[in-house]
């Protein structure tokens, strides 16, 4: 469902914003996650298992995420939209690889983080694309 050019974007370390069904009355708000694309072409992530989007999830197992190149670039985005599964395994190994991705993990802060991710159960959220909507300048 990807093109060339959503790869480019999607291989980079951007961040994605995961949009889930809310709870009661609010609206939906968007939040941004860390992520890569699988070798299956869906769109990974991780949470804690206490988040309350794991919940809402569960009620509603569906999302979209958009990624979308920073300012000073040409526009350029990618939105999905898809069927969620929950993973108890493989949350912790995606964490420490989109940590390597995103951060420099020399900084004792950022182990800190990464160590605590480690000792916790860490829940890997696979979207998997039903609809793609793109947009490049």
Request: hydrophobic share 45%; charged share 25%.
């Amino acid at each position: 469902m990807f093109r060339d050019e959503d790869f480019a974007l999607l291989a980079r370390p951007l961040y994605a914003f995961l949009t889930v069904a809310p709870r009661g009355g609010r609206w939906p708000a968007p939040r941004p996650v860390w992520f890569e694309v699988t070798d299956d072409g869906d769109v990974q992530m991780f949470s804690l298992l206490d988040a309350p989007k794991l919940d809402r999830l569960r009620e509603h197992p569906r999302a979209s995420v958009v990624v979308a190149a920073p300012p000073g670039e040409p526009e350029h985005w990618v939105s999905v939209e898809g069927a969620v599964t929950l993973h108890d395994e493989g949350g912790a190994e995606l964490a420490a690889r989109l940590a390597d991705r995103y951060w420099d993990t020399s900084s004792p802060n950022h182990q800190k983080f990464r160590d605590e991710w480690a000792a916790s159960t860490v829940v890997r959220i696979v979207v998997h694309p039903e609809v793609v909507n793109r947009f490049s300048a």
